[in-house]
């Protein structure tokens, strides 16, 4: 694959004393993009999420077996987040979501777990490819509220999945075909609290470079509240 094009963001917020959102770039031997979101008191969050995307930075990937490495790779970061909750007090109870992707040949390899979210952005038009594991996607599915409901749901922050809370982990893993000129866009809630699908899909519309396009997203969730950490990764195919 040619060299993709990509710009990292992540923001403190407004309200948040720390950023708890963790993110991994690496370039080879194929191109690896993940967000995490951490949660847990005293900067445990913090440890969860930078150790989830750690461990994906350690991991011997193989192209060949990406869909069973992606599921491996998540359980056991699962395990080394759950293992220094057990061994350190000041951590119980920490956990963290993940979303990650593998660009190899002409195809996006997802693995998620929780609702940060993975976007494709194609013929100006976004689409959601991961799940939201959270307790306002189960009412969503069994069509219990509306979307425009669930965008303003109290109880939205409520997750059904995280790493660090269970041993039983049941990992979204996706293969998605790419074209030229697709946007990927990786976010934590930070991001998509604050813009629905239509803000977003508007301004990846726009045409401008994704450094542009990157500034003008964080200023505008920062502009709807910023009530959270931010983070995102856009990545664009050549």
Known sequence: MKILEYVVYTNRGKVRQDNEDSYL??????????????????????????LAVDFLDSYAFDAGNLFFDIEEAIKKANEEILKLGISNLSYRGMGTTLSMGIFC?????????????IYLFRDKELKQLTTDHSLVNELLENKQITC????????????????????ELSVEVKEI????????LLSTDGLHDMLCCQEIEELLATGKDIESIS???????MDKGGSDNITFIIVKLP
């Open 215 to 221: 500034k003008l997203m964080g200023e505008k969730a």
């Open 177 to 184: 075909g790419l074209m030229s000129g697709d946007i990927i």
């Open 148 to 167: 425009q409901e669930a965008f303003n749901h109290p109880q939205r922050h409520i997750i059904t999945q995280a790493l660090g809370i269970s041993q």
């Open 25 to 50: 770039v690496k370039e080879t031997p194929f191109p690896l993009f993940a967000v995490a979101d951490g949660m847990g008191g005293h900067q445990a969050g913090e440890v969860a999420s930078q």
């Open 105 to 117: 040949g002409q195809k996006l390899f997802i693995g998620h777990v929780g609702d940060s979210r």
